[in-house]
């Protein structure tokens, strides 16, 4: 079956590499508006743009686990009926999240009422309440210890803060000004978005804009595919051990089988132990993360990163 392609190869180039500077341009100014030297000085942050669909489509070059696990936490944020002017927080691991103190700001992107795609941007906070600051406790049973849970929740409505929300996040925190002032350089991030992708369609137009959504996932998946397809078949299991999960000594075994099969890579985590008392348990967006990645090295440097990688 031909693919239909809209758009010829320098103009598919140009406007991948608009959309992945747009990912840049919003990295940039989280770490510069940024207040806590977690992010200003530590850049444990990251940046993507998705599209409607919630597939991202362009990333910064910054925090592998992050990114990786972006697309679970817009798929539950698009679950909340996300409206022009909204913006949702999120640091559930059990919806999109990593751990805790990684709070996800998720802002549709709109044009003339409709929303056409997603901002996101992920941050460490250095401490988001539980039972000792830097909300990483070694000694905890729970996630409930560990600190806030946020679930989708919009953080502005329409253009406006919900103050309730906003209250209630920095009653829980131990920094709560360092807060504002971090949460606030995240949605000043996502705004920025929005602007340099209105500019990119005023100067494109609509219709290539939307075609390099599509396409430049389709030459990801392309790109993937040949690179598997190059690799001999087979499959290869790996095992290691966590020393201990702070409760007990005990070795922790996790344990990967891979297996290569023309033009697609498939994980197998069977092997791997059970959730443990402490607090070392991997959610499932997390461990996606972690196969994206593996797979994304194999990759050459010119691919672009996005949804294509793991379609």
Do not use: W
Not at 28 to 50: H, M, P, Q, T
Not at 122 to 139: E, L
Not at 281 to 301: D, H, Q
């Amino acid at each position: 079956m031909t693919e239909e392609r809209r758009l010829d190869p320098v103009t598919l180039s140009v406007l991948a590499s608009a959309l992945a500077g747009i990912a840049e341009e919003m990295g940039a100014v989280l770490i510069r508006g940024a207040y806590s030297s977690n992010i200003k000085e530590r850049r444990d942050c990251s940046a993507a743009l998705f599209d409607g669909d919630g597939r991202m489509v362009a990333q910064a070059e910054h925090i592998p686990v992050h990114l990786g696990a972006m697309p679970e936490a817009v798929a539950a944020v698009r679950e909340r009926d996300p409206q022009p002017g909204d913006v949702f927080a999120i640091n559930d691991p059990f919806s999109g999240g990593t751990h805790l103190p990684d709070i996800t700001l998720v802002s549709p992107l709109s044009l003339e009422g409709e929303v056409i795609g997603f901002a996101v941007t992920r941050a460490h906070h250095s401490d988001v309440g539980g039972m000792s600051p830097g909300s990483m406790p070694a000694n905890s049973r729970s996630i409930f210890e560990e600190g806030l849970i946020i679930p989708p929740l919009r953080l502005v409505r329409t253009g406006d803060y919900v103050t309730d929300v906003l209250e209630l996040i920095l009653a829980n925190v131990r920094t709560p000004e360092i807060r504002r002032g971090d949460l606030r350089a995240q949605i000043a991030a996502n705004r920025l978005a929005e602007v340099r992708l209105g500019e990119l369609i005023e100067r494109r137009g609509r219709e290539d804009v939307d075609a390099v959504f599509e396409e430049v996932i389709a030459y990801t998946e392309r790109r993937t595919r040949d690179t598997l397809r190059a690799l001999d078949d087979g499959t290869a299991t790996a095992r290691s051990e966590i020393e201990g999960d702070g409760v007990t000594d005990d070795d922790i075994p996790i344990q990967a089988t891979v297996t290569i099969s023309g033009d697609t890579m498939t994980v197998d985590f069977e092997g791997t132990s059970d959730a443990v008392a402490g607090n070392v348990n991997c959610p499932i967006a997390v461990t996606r993360s972690a196969c994206y990645f593996a797979l994304r090295v194999l990759l050459p440097k010119d691919v672009p990163a996005n949804a294509g990688a793991y379609a």
